[in-house]
């Protein structure tokens, strides 16, 4: 069994910035690879970010690359999430995920672990 707790959010202005973690615990593998999501109320969830088990790989989803940046500690057992450059349309419940395959998908199907999720919003 693999838990995962995220951290990190809150109000925060447009511009601003928030950095996002997800520690995990319990059966933990360094092969994971990790990704981040997030949902606004009424809307589907959506695809952030994700990042390789040796952070080899990183994916971003296009509304938020040059702005976000993933990055993971293994010997912490921690994936990162740092926002910058905030908009109004990321506010989002924003959920971490593990995924057995390694790699950096996309597809929230090829994660088999989740977290509860942090509130994340940003105010004009």
């Known amino acids: 069994q693999v838990q995962l707790v995220e951290s990190g959010g809150g109000l925060v202005q447009a511009g601003g910035s928030l950095r996002l973690s997800c520690a995990a615990s319990?059966?933990?593998?360094?092969?994971?690879?990790m990704g981040w999501f997030r949902q606004a109320p009424g809307k589907e969830r959506e695809f952030v970010s994700a990042?390789?088990?040796?952070?080899?790989?990183?994916n971003y989803a296009d509304s938020v690359k040059g702005r976000f940046t993933i990055s993971r500690d293994n010997a912490k057992n921690t994936v990162y999430l740092q926002m910058n450059s905030l908009k109004r349309e990321d506010t989002a419940v924003y959920y971490c995920?593990?995924?057995?395959?390694?790699?950096?998908?996309?597809?929230?199907?090829?994660?088999?672990?989740w977290g509860q999720g942090t509130q994340v919003t940003v105010s004009s």
């Open positions: 995920a593990a995924s057995a395959i390694g790699l950096a998908s996309r597809n929230y199907y090829d994660y088999a672990y």
């Open positions: 319990g059966r933990t593998s360094r092969s994971y690879g």
């Open positions: 990042i390789s088990w040796n952070s080899g790989i990183t």
